[in-house]
C-alpha cells in the first residue's frame, strides 16, 4: 500500500517549498511525486447524491471547483488559488487566504496555491474572493462545471 504526504523543503534560491512524496509501505522508499498525476489528489465520490459543481479561472492563475452544501459553499482539494492577490483585494480575503497558509491548507505549488482538503466557506462569494485573491461583486463568476 502506498501513502502520500507534504514535505516543508528549503531550497537557497527559491526560498520555502513543498515536496509531494509517495511512501511504499513495504520497502519504506519514498519517491516525489505529481499530486495531480499520482492520485494523491483524487476525487471520492461522496456517499451522498453527487452535488453541482461549479468552477472559476482567473488571469492571475486561479483554477478552482466547488459546490454547494446546505447554507454553505465547499471548495474542492486540489483547486489552485491565484498565489498572489490584487492591489484593491479586501482585507477579508486577505485575511482569510493567510489563515488557509498558515492552517497548511493552502500551499505553494507551480505559481499558484494548491488546497489540500475541501474547505466549507460561508458563502461563494467569500470563497470567489480567497480563490482568485481581489474584488468580488456575486458569486456570478462560479459557473456550472461543463458549461460556458
Sequence with gaps: ??????????????????????????????????????????????????PDIFSITSKRGADATGFYRSEKFVVQRGSKFAASTSPKCPKKY??????????????????????????????PMLAMGAVIGGWVRGSHDWKEAGKK
Design 1 to 50: 500500500m502506498k501513502e502520500y504526504y507534504v514535505k516543508k523543503i528549503y531550497h537557497p534560491q527559491e526560498g520555502e517549498l513543498y515536496q509531494f512524496l509517495e511512501l511504499d509501505a513495504q520497502t519504506g522508499e519514498e519517491q516525489t511525486i505529481d499530486p495531480f498525476e499520482s492520485g494523491m489528489l483524487k476525487f471520492y465520490p461522496e456517499t451522498e447524491a453527487v
Design 94 to 123: 486577505v485575511k482569510l487566504r493567510e489563515n488557509l497558509v498558515l492552517d497548511k491548507l493552502l500551499v505553494p505549488f507551480e505559481h499558484q496555491l494548491l488546497l489540500m482538503e475541501d474547505t466549507e466557506f460561508d458563502s
